[in-house]
């Protein structure tokens, strides 16, 4: 079993330990779980199922949260 | 006028002046215009977490979602599909079915896809979302998203960010007219007489970012936007007089010498 996977997360490549749960991820980051969402390969998952869902090599995962925003601002 | 509630899918709302929170320089300025405002519902944008820099703030912890209705858009969606990701994205990330559905047609003028946001909206609705559609000043239009189940319609005034006021009152009037769910006048206004405009001719709350935000001072243009607001709706409840070419006098000419 190989010990770090190959991940992106919010577009950036990442190594991650093995065996690391969205939850972990999350944790590790220092993102705290209740005010994000979590898009897993295009899949949004439920909050309470992140320690579920076990991070694969190439696993493609968009973390988001509420920002400043009223009407479409041009960035 | 504390019976005067704005009510909508019945979710009750004290406040008829909606702000957005964009554009502010820092979190502590945009809690500020927010209590200026008396404002008590907020919209937000969904964007990626900042994975790098996790020492900067996060907006929710300067708007309590306890004390405001935090109402998510879809800023910066140009597709039926993007629209809706970002719908299903901010329901998972909040606390509720609500989103302010936007779906634009075009970078320079901002305008809504009307036919995407129709179809965005009927998706959304069929999984349960409360959806509050930012639609364009064409009553046909705003006729079809409530006849799809919108609670709400959410028309322009002007291209957002413009600051040009109520450009066309008179289809204002006839969605007015014509939808029988609050009407929330949404993006173009500059300042406080457009606000107030809005409310006076029947308006049921006027939702606004860029007229506060960029004001040279925001939080002195969220106070006057409060007063705006509630001066319009008073005067609308009260009823204009009729507007006639003449004069009327007001003192009586019995008891002149």
Redo the contacts between chains.
Sequence with gaps: MQDAIHIH????ARTWRNGATVADLLQD????TE?????LNLE????AAFGQHRLKNGDRV?????????????? | MTDDRLVIAGREFKSRLWIGTGKYKDFVETQKAIEASGADVVTVAVRRVNITDRSKDNLLDYIDPKKYTILPNTAGCYTVEDAVRYSRLARAAGVSDLVKLEVLGDERTLFPDTAGLIEAAKILIKEGFIVLPYTNDDPIVAKKLVDIGCPAVMPLAAPIGSGLGIRNPYNLKIIMETVKVPIIVDAGVGTASDAALAMEYGADAVLMNTAIAGARDPLAMAEAMKYAVHAGRLAYKAGRIPRKLYATASSPIEGML
């Design positions: 997360v919010n577009g950036e980051l220092g993102i705290r005010r994000v969402a979590v898009e949004i998952l439920d909050r968009e973390i988001l949260g509420f920002i400043g925003g009223g009407i479409s601002v041009k960035d």
